[in-house]
């Protein structure tokens, strides 16, 4: 059986205040026909399928025509509800999808496995959407964190499966311990909004698709984070975009391998003075990108994303850095005052303190030197 095994496509999310729809279609599209060219069997989607939990009637028509398209390939589908996600919202129209489409929300039917056979037999998929513990703690009482929450779900699950018999998958929506959390991306977090869960909590299933962390992640041979289709944020952008292809033979688990999907608009982050960001040549393949930049002049400047914009019409961020490459001095400011000769020199220090490091420009220096020499003369004829 081949498995298919993506997450967190957070339909309906922006980047830096652009619209994302029309690049994740794209994007859901080529995941479309690798299912059908790879003749996947079974495509699991384990949480975070909207970015909120009241999306958008585009958001639902996006879903919509993903989980039809990849019916049409032949494949089944398995679907989870996470943390961004209203359970309520994803599932009502479960009992209405097409047969082969299945979507998963409900805790308390966690331990009903959706069968599919293969030629070696059934392979049991089990759905356990996000739990937030104080809405689980009524039917499990003692349950304090999302850690204990998936302990309990993890005990129905081999329960079950041990009456069953054959082969699990799990999907599930959490942040398992081993994984560095997306930067700034988790808004509602301790470890993005959850509680860390040890990897033997995943225990027993011949295969575990996680959902949560935005970058692919191998926690085990059998236990994976397939990231997001989209890169949601610069911190991303070094991290490839994919799903991953699981082979189930008899015997369990016999090989996984990534999927590589496009990237519609590549990221990077620029860093240098605003006039070079503007000028300089070496820049120009940039011109396509989403752009972070970074521009390290002392002083902040006029107007930087409108003027940064007319050579980066993808430019998403500016920053106002002036540390990056300014002159390193590890004396406290104390230090550096006692160390001053003159008054500029002390101007100078101050400069260097509050802007982390770079002192007065040759322009500056000169002006302070005027104002001092006007002082002087001012004296000198009162």
Not at 12 to 35: C, D, I, K, S
Not at 175 to 200: C, K, M, N, W, Y
Request: one cysteine or more; aromatic letters at 6%.
């Amino acid at each position: 059986m081949r498995i298919l095994h993506t997450s967190d496509w957070h339909i309906g999310r922006t980047f830096h205040g652009n619209a994302t729809l029309v690049a994740l279609r794209g994007v859901l599209e080529a995941l479309v026909r690798e299912v059908r060219e790879r003749a996947v069997d079974v495509v699991v989607v384990a949480g975070d399928v909207f970015d909120s939990a009241t999306p958008a009637g585009d958001c639902y028509t996006l879903l919509t025509d993903t989980l039809v398209a990849l019916r049409e390939t032949g494949a089944r589908v398995i679907v989870t509800s996470g943390n961004h996600d209203s359970s309520a919202r994803l599932g009502f129209q479960a009992r209405l999808l097409r047969e082969g489409i299945h979507v998963l929300t409900d805790p308390a039917e966690i331990a009903s496995a959706v069968t599919i056979d293969d030629e070696h037999g059934p392979v049991h998929f089990y759905g356990i959407p996000y739990l937030e513990p104080a809405l689980v703690r009524r039917q499990w009482p003692g349950v304090r964190s999302h850690a204990q929450a998936l302990g309990r779900a993890m005990e129905l699950v081999r329960t079950d499966a041990a009456v069953r018999g054959g082969r699990t998958v799990v999907a599930a929506h959490c942040f398992a311990a081993g994984v560095e959390p997306t930067p700034h991306l988790e808004r509602d977090i301790q470890q993005g909004g959850l509680d860390v869960v040890p990897v033997s909590t995943f225990d027993g299933p011949d295969y575990v698709a996680l959902g949560h962390i935005h970058g692919r992640s191998v926690l085990s041979d059998r236990v994976r984070y397939a990231g997001a289709p989209l890169h949601y944020s610069f911190g991303e952008r070094d991290k490839p975009r994919g799903a991953w292809l699981v082979e189930l033979d008899a015997a369990g688990l016999a090989g996984v391998e990534w999927v590589a999907l496009p990237v519609p608009r590549r990221l990077t982050v620029l860093s240098a003075p605003l006039a070079d960001l503007l000028a300089d040549p070496r820049y120009a393949d940039a011109e396509d990108a989403w752009v972070s930049a970074r521009y390290t002049d002392t002083a902040a400047q006029v107007d930087p994303m409108r003027r940064l914009q007319q050579r980066f019409p993808y430019c998403a961020e500016v920053r106002h850095d002036p540390s990056v490459g300014a002159p390193t001095d590890t004396r406290s400011f104390s230090a550096r005052v006692a160390a001053a000769q003159s008054d500029p020199e002390l101007v100078d220090a101050f400069l260097a303190h509050v802007r982390g490091g770079e002192g007065a420009s040759d322009a500056e220096a000169e002006l302070v030197r005027d104002v001092l020499d006007e002082r002087v003369v001012a004296e000198v004829t009162a």
